[in-house]
């Protein structure tokens, strides 16, 4: 599992709760180049561009957010390394 899979199942799930801003909150993280979930590039560190996303969806609701962010890698979590989770996700 890499950490696009990992971006992917994360901003799915938050389209599922705030709808179509999720993908363009995504848009705004630095390092992640999304214009669909099947088109997804990061350039850099993968841990602190998904941390960065998790930070993006908490700024608008808050810990929720991280919530929702956790539900989703728990959900791939027996394909996904402790090592490729961020610590905010743990």
């Not at 998790?54 to 608008?60: D, F, N, S, T």
């Not at 919530?67 to 905010?88: G, L, M």
């Amino acid at each position: 599992m890499t950490a696009i899979n990992i971006v992917s199942r994360i901003v799915k799930e938050q389209q599922s709760v705030m709808g179509p801003i999720a993908l363009e909150l995504a848009k705004n993280v630095k390092g992640l180049k999304i214009s669909t979930l099947k088109d997804i590039e990061i350039d850099g560190n993968e841990k602190e561009v998904i941390k960065q996303l998790v930070r993006e969806y908490e700024k608008l609701f808050g810990h929720a957010s991280i919530e929702v962010c956790k539900d989703a890698v728990r959900a791939i979590k027996p394909a996904v390394q402790d090592e490729e989770i961020p610590d905010i996700l743990r």
